[in-house]
């Protein structure tokens, strides 16, 4: 005989206890809390404070990516150790020192001295030893853990304690699962970003210009982010100029105005072989600039100083504009 199963139903199931009576099913012990605009506008909460003041508040999110070799990683570690040492980074100043963890995952570790030799000697404080920590993948047996896995992330919770910088340099040698084209791909990597947010880590990440020139992938990326910097070589850029680019901030919650103006930064070696960064408003049509100024009778050398340009390019633009 075959006994007959009773029909699934979508009917609410119902505890029975012993004693006959329905129970209801307990409650979760981790609710959501829930505002109401009269709580919320009562909350004494203290103005938020700043990193990199305005470019990087404490508890912030930002990006900053340009093409292949335009000087994206001296710039993301110019701001780390300026974070770290409570100096300046080009016009952006940090109040106070705080501890900062720099993750590479493309550069050869003598590189990345070199680099972060000619940032260290560029400014006017020393960071102490504690406050900037690397994790480079050039100097791991096995190199990093994938960022886009929940045990890539769980394997970084150790190199986490204390810090309130965190930087990844860059996603596509950090985060290497999933389509960057694909918006879900980026979902897991999110939701860590905005857990390390709540736990009061500031992140930046650094990344990779796509054909058109914009980030590349996905533009879920940009949702959660305070800040996104783009990198661009100025006009009339020839190669022998070095680190010298724009920045132009294509999201900038928090600061606006003169803020977020465009500025043009460079670095410059000095007889002695000290670097210092320089920078300037981006207000754009330099050759012409250099051609009024010559025309006004100003030198070649005048006119690089004026403008924050090398001679040799000075010489070559005015050589251009020439009948």
Known sequence: MINAQPAATSAPVHVVANNGHDVKPEK?????????????????????????????????LAMLYAPRGIGKTYLALSISYAI??????????????RRVLYVDGEMPLESLQQRLAAVVGSSDKLAESENFKLLAADHQDFGLPDLSTIDGQTKMEPYLDGVQFLVLDNLSTLVRSGKENEAECWTLIQEWLLDLRRRGIAVLFVHHAGKGG????????????????????????????????????????????????????????????LVSWMWEPCQGGQREKARVLAAEGKSIREIASLLGLSKSTVERWLKKTQP
Do not use: N
């Open 28 to 60: 979760p012990k981790h609710g959501l809390k829930v505002l109401s605009i009269g709580e919320l506008l009562s909350l004494e909460l203290p103005p938020r404070e700043y990193l990199l003041a305005p470019l990087i508040p404490m508890r912030g």
């Open 84 to 97: 770290a040492a409570g100096d300046k980074a080009l016009r952006w100043q940090a109040p106070s020192p």
């Open 214 to 273: 914009k980030q590349r992938g996905t533009s879920k990326r940009e949702d959660a982010l305070d800040s996104v910097l783009s990198l661009r070589h100025p006009e009339g850029y020839e190669p022998d100029e070095g680190a010298r680019f724009e920045i132009h901030f294509e999201k900038s919650r928090g600061f606006a105005g003169k803020d977020a103006e465009p500025v043009l930064g460079w670095m410059e070696t000095d007889r002695d072989g």
